[in-house]
């Protein structure tokens, strides 16, 4: 879908590579895409689309390693399910499976894995997924950090679900189901190393429900994501260089709790780059927005949502933010910061 | 009062920006320098430039303390936390700068024990906690950063902590500004002089810039109506015929600074008899070490440092950037050989650094129509 692949140039892989920025692409299409390309993975979504019998199938995976495993408002256990329900959401499937892989560190207490078990128990409860297969294995004290979870999941796609950045037009908007970079910060201020007292929670939730809220509206959806890693930012970059559009935002529409504009502005942090877990940024017809954000606001989950942002023709492929102060800038991918584990 | 949306109020931006287009002569070329990399941001940050009229053109100066750190110390830096014993600390912005080999995320990556600390006093920390470690910290910055290593060096000092040290990297203020002053060819009407460090140098050693070069200049705090106001107030000095240090920082910076942090520096510190700066060369008497008598807590003192020397990549032009004597568009390399993820300069790494500023946020901006000089 882009033009031109990232080639990837470093001789080891640092911390870089996996912020969700630039060079997360560079290794993912220059190493993975590389050598592992197939007409499946080359969209490089959220879900691969798989047609089988005519039933159309979204299908994915993701590893969490967040570091500490327990933060306020939630868990590496109902992370690792709302995180991979999300990913079949905004591709506008059903779930229907998941599976759940973990790593875990000998020594690690048994008390806490049961509790992580049940809490990824109740959000695939909540999401009406049953995690139907599993797999554990132990690895020695020091060689992992107490406990990394792998979910895969496997949803159906209804017939009438046309869903892509090839749908988006000028004049579009964007929207966003709710408050942006409360996980991000929510869990670098629970890892106690900058000494802050922030009342900050993860918003870590699953997104099903908004997003099946959206799909009602038929063909004026155009696009769905989960702004997780390298946040809002980097998905609407992906998104802009998709669909071969601008996107613009308002600075003032962004909404960002005070806590979180405060935690980033003493960390030299933009909320843009911040992860959300429970989020949903949409794209919707512009004769559609309206609706669109009154279902998303009819949910408890919703009730934050606000229009952020419109697609414009150029310049091609940039986002734009018009800054508050009645100024405006680029708003580019991240470049890997040193920021510490956080999903 | 939330101490942060007061100070980036549209409508307040209305009225400066109404002043200054009554007050700038039509067609007659303004350029201003911001010292500080801070400044550099925020002007991106916040859209400044699509702001002011066509004749105000703001040129990015040397205050980001990691773009000026010269490519042979990071190496001695990547030397020093290769050592086994080592758990080498450094501020975040640091890891990705390039030295001759690398940068310290690619030493870390290989094996490296180097970690982020958000203070000195957190490199202490680990110090005590691992007493069977060396731990090192890199020092560097302005007078800003420099009297939080001060006081860490004389609490370790005090508790007796003898596996810290510091790399000490700290530069001063005054003489890159005055090596800028004294580039030929130099067209600048005036400065945006830094806030942070004047919390602790105070005003005093900018007197020199308006009484000796003839050059108005304004200490201005970080937020994008300080800077609005201090274009203003610059502008004000150039239609009245002034050329004086203005403070425009006043709910923080005092005309002497913060004497216990000036005397803190002076107790450990004393200044190096040359040091050279990225970009802008060996400059006398422009940066800061440990004073023999702490040579106890001086990674230089205590540990065997190649001592690298690593010219600036040929094809850089961070120097000329550096002293506004081009845009940092305008450099052979940026945006194509030189980016955020592959630094050729450190002006792309730092998000305070001219050239990261301007390819994060305002490559727009050369797009803009500008008044020629």
């Keep these: 879908m882009r033009p031109r692949r990232t080639k990837l140039r470093d001789e080891v892989v640092t ?28 969209p490089l979504s959220d879900s691969a689309l798989l047609e089988v019998n005519g039933s159309r199938l979204a299908f994915t995976t993701d590893s969490y390693v967040v570091k500490p495993i327990f933060f306020p408002g939630g ?52 999401a009406g997924v049953p995690v139907a297969a599993g797999d554990t294995k ?14 895969a999941g496997i949803g159906i796609i209804a017939p009438e679900v046309g869903l892509g950045a090839e749908h988006i037009r000028t004049g579009d908007r964007v929207l966003v189901s709710g408050t942006i970079g409360d996980h991000g910060m929510a869990v670098m201020v629970a890892r106690g190393e900058l000494q802050l007292e922030v009342d900050l929670a993860s918003d870590t939730a699953c997104v099903l429900v908004l997003a099946q809220e959206l799909l009602a509206l038929g063909g004026a959806l155009r696009f ?49 780059y911040v992860a959300c877990e429970g989020r949903l940024l949409a794209v919707v017809a512009a004769e559609a927005c309206d609706a669109a954000l009154a279902r998303l606001q009819a949910h408890p989950l919703g009730a934050g949502a606000a229009v952020i942002g419109e697609v414009r023709d150029e310049p091609e492929g940039l986002v734009l933010l018009e800054t508050s102060f009645g100024g405006s800038r680029v708003v580019d991918m991240l470049v890997g910061d040193p920021l510490p584990r956080i999903c | 009062m939330k101490f942060v949306d007061e100070f980036r109020s549209g409508a307040l931006a209305q009225k400066l920006v109404h002043e200054l287009e009554a007050s700038v002569e039509p ?64 501020f975040g912005d640091m890891m990705r700068v390039p030295g ?108 020199f810039m308006a009484r000796d070069y003839g050059k108005p200049v304004v200490v201005t705090a970080f937020e994008p109506i300080d800077i609005l106001h201090a274009t203003v107030m610059l502008v004000r000095q150039l239609r009245d015929g002034r050329c004086e240090v203005e403070n425009q920082y006043t709910r923080v910076v005092k005309r002497d600074g913060n004497p216990r942090a000036l005397a803190v520096l002076d107790q450990t510190m004393e200044l190096r008899d040359t040091f050279e700066w990225r970009g802008l060369g060996w400059i006398e008497r422009s940066a800061l070490k440990l004073r023999p008598e702490f040579a106890q807590w001086d990674a230089e003192a205590r540990f065997e440092l190649p001592g690298t020397r690593v010219e600036d990549p040929k094809a850089c032009q961070c120097g000329e950037v550096l002293v506004g004597a081009i845009k940092p568009w305008e450099c052979k390399v940026f945006g194509t050989a030189c980016t955020p993820e592959r630094p050729i300069g450190t002006c792309m790494v730092s998000s305070e650094g001219a050239c990261a500023a301007y390819y994060n946020y305002g490559r727009l901006a050369k797009r803009r129509e500008r008044v020629p000089a």
């Design chain 1, 138 to 151: 132990v690895v020695e004290r020091g060689k992992a950090d107490g406990l990394y979870v792998t979910t």
């Design chain 1, 75 to 126: 868990d590496i256990g109902d992370l690792a399910v709302n995180g991979t329900v999300n990913d079949l959401a905004v591709a506008g499937a059903q779930p229907l499976a998941l599976s759940a892989g973990f790593v875990i560190e000998e020594g690690f207490p048994v008390a806490d894995l049961r509790r992580i078990a049940v809490s990824m128990a109740r959000a695939a409860e909540a």
């Design chain 2, 100 to 207: 001759g080999r690398g940068s310290l995320l690619e030493a870390k990556a290989r094996g490296a024990d180097v970690r982020m600390v958000y203070s000195p006093l957190d490199a202490l920390e680990l110090a005590r906690r691992n007493p069977d470690r060396e731990v090192i910290f890199f020092a560097i910055g302005f007078e800003t950063t420099a009297p939080s290593t001060a006081i860490t060096v004389l609490r370790a000092q005090a508790e007796g902590i003898s596996n810290f040290s510091a790399f000490c990297n700290h530069v001063t203020i005054g003489p890159p500004l005055k090596t800028i002053l004294d580039s030929p060819g130099l067209q600048l009407d005036g400065f945006i002089a830094p806030g942070h460090v004047s919390t602790v140098v105070g005003t005093r050693p900018y007197d």
């Design chain 2, 27 to 90: 067609g007659r070329a303004l350029k201003f320098m911001e010292v500080c990399g801070g400044h550099t941001h925020t002007i991106y940050k916040h859209g400044i430039e699509d702001l002011v009229p066509p004749e105000i053109d703001f040129l990015h100066g040397p205050g980001c303390p990691v773009c000026v750190i010269p490519m042979g110390r990071v190496d001695d830096a990547i030397a020093l936390a290769e050592r086994p014993d080592v758990i080498f600390t450094t």
């Design chain 1, 15 to 42: 911390l870089a590579h996996g912020a969700g920025g630039k060079a997360t692409r560079a290794l993912v299409e220059g190493l993975f895409v590389e050598e592992l390309g197939n007409p499946l993975l080359a």
């Design chain 1, 224 to 272: 769905m994501r989960d702004p997780t890693r390298g946040g809002v930012a980097t998905a609407l970059n992906e998104l802009a260089q998709a669909a071969n559009v601008a996107v613009y935002l308002d600075e003032e529409a962004l909404p960002v709790r005070p806590e979180v504009i405060g935690t980033c502005e003493i960390l030299g942090i933009d909320p843009l």
